[in-house]
């Protein structure tokens, strides 16, 4: 098993361009989310998924969309980028199991919007 | 904002000494969590504790869940230059929001 894939691991941007973070996991999980770490910030959760066709916000959804058509997949939309959106963003999925909150995290996506 | 607060933000010790990092919650708690990362990587679940006063070990590293549910701790006896990285709390349920805390830098001199 990979676990949870993520690319690109590095991506620049401009202010306004868009781009989607790609998040796919092959442990059939149903839960999976995105954060985002900044320095001194710890992980911030952004938006998050309990199975396919149901999202919901996190603590930091501005300025990013979410959706998930299949189990597999989870990708993070950003449609207009800001300099604030500078940040490492990690995808994490867990089991739906009740008690079963251990969170398997991807790799990680380093963004830098100039 | 943060529901989940960890001191301290940072910890230099000497290689060989211990360490140990608090974790605070202003509510009740189901169960905490315990992740490590890595400089450079990304975080790795160490445990989770459920049980009020719960204590768990895995090798040097302890962990404590306190009686009121409301705090926990991680101990590291005898540093080495491996336990080196940013350590995290975090409580959640499946289904739900997982809240991480700020997470406490530990670094070991050689």
């Known amino acids: 098993n990979a676990g949870v894939t993520q690319t690109p691991k590095f991506q620049v941007l401009k202010t306004g361009q868009s781009m989607t973070l790609q998040c796919a996991q092959d442990?059939?999980?149903?839960?999976m989310s995105w954060y985002r770490q900044d320095p001194g910030m710890g992980l911030r959760l952004i938006h998050y998924?309990?199975?396919?066709?149901?999202?919901d916000q996190g603590e930091v959804p501005n300025g990013y969309n979410v959706s998930r058509s299949t189990t597999e997949d989870f990708p993070l939309r950003l449609l207009s980028a800001a300099p604030s959106q500078t940040s490492v963003y990690f995808c994490?999925?867990?089991?739906?199991?009740?008690?079963?909150?251990?969170?398997?995290f991807g790799a990680g996506s380093r963004l830098t919007v100039l | 904002g943060q529901q989940v607060m960890q001191i301290p933000q940072y910890q230099h010790v000497q290689e060989g000494e211990d360490f140990t990092t608090y974790c605070n919650s202003s509510t009740t708690l189901s169960n905490i969590q315990w992740y490590k990362q890595r400089p450079g990587g990304h975080p790795v679940f160490l445990i989770q504790?459920?049980?009020?006063?719960e204590v768990k070990k895995q090798k040097r590293l302890t962990f404590q869940f306190g009686e009121a549910k409301k705090n926990s701790s991680l101990h590291i006896t005898a540093t080495q230059t491996t336990d080196v990285g940013t350590y995290f709390c975090?409580?959640?349920?499946?289904?739900?929001?997982?809240?991480f805390g700020p997470g406490t830098r530990l670094s070991v001199l050689p």
């Open positions: 998924s309990v199975g396919a066709g149901i999202t």
């Open positions: 504790l459920v049980k009020s006063g």
């Open positions: 975090a409580k959640g349920n499946y289904g739900q929001n997982f809240v």
């Open positions: 994490a999925s867990s089991y739906a199991e009740s008690g079963a909150n251990v969170l398997t």
């Open positions: 442990m059939n999980h149903e839960y």
